[in-house]
């Protein structure tokens, strides 16, 4: 309440910035502003395009699937993204696809059981600076960014902007950077999921 007082009050000159438009209903809801919230605008964490630049991949390439994860909150759904890939082992298309997991936590230690033993599942677990980040941007067509709740999510705007195709959940603020079947995929469950890649 103090907060709300504080950003309503006259003495001050407030603008507030949100990274989307998800992050902005969310903060109104939350602090039940139906009026008067300060002036505002939407900004999104800047990407290097410059840096993180369009390429074109050769055709071997087509079928190299990347995932960059933080395991250590369940928020960015490790687990889930495990268990697809899990279910995915027993589609015929499985074996198409090559896949480097790019990540650590606790989420990854108690799963990685799962998927360790398939010869198409490359895991690294460690975490990435910019620049090598972009090396694996590079060796891949293809990038899986599943999440429960994500306010914009850095890593897969970088994706995006190097032209990666990008396979996401439909929820929280995903939906403003991916437009579906426009510059990747919005899924909401495992079917959807293997649509996309059967489609690709």
């Avoid at 993180?52 to 889930?80: H, T």
């Avoid at 599943?146 to 995903?174: F, H, W």
Wanted: proline share 3%; charged share 25%; net charge positive.
């Amino acid at each position: 309440i103090s907060f709300k007082r504080f950003l309503t009050g006259n003495d001050h000159k407030i603008r507030l910035i949100f990274v989307s438009k998800w992050m902005k209903n969310v903060f109104t809801e939350d602090l039940n502003f139906k009026k008067n919230l300060p002036k505002n605008t939407i900004i999104p964490n800047p990407i290097d395009n410059v840096f993180f630049k369009k390429i074109k991949r050769p055709k071997k390439l087509k079928k190299n699937i990347l995932i960059v994860k933080n395991f250590s909150s369940y928020k960015y759904a490790g687990d889930i993204t495990i268990d697809y890939l899990k279910k995915l082992s027993s589609s015929p298309i499985f074996r198409e696809f090559n896949f480097t997991i790019i990540g650590k936590g606790v989420i990854l230690d108690r799963n990685i059981h799962k998927i360790e033993n398939f010869k198409n599942i490359k895991i690294i677990k460690k975490f990435l600076d910019n620049k090598n980040i972009f090396k694996y941007h590079k060796n891949n067509s293809i990038f899986i960014y599943l999440t429960r709740m994500d306010s914009q999510s850095v890593t897969l705007s970088e994706a995006i902007s190097s032209g990666l195709i990008c396979i996401s959940s439909k929820n929280t603020a995903i939906p403003e950077f991916i437009k579906n079947n426009y510059n990747g995929f919005l899924i909401n469950n495992y079917d959807e999921f293997l649509q996309s890649l059967v489609l690709l």
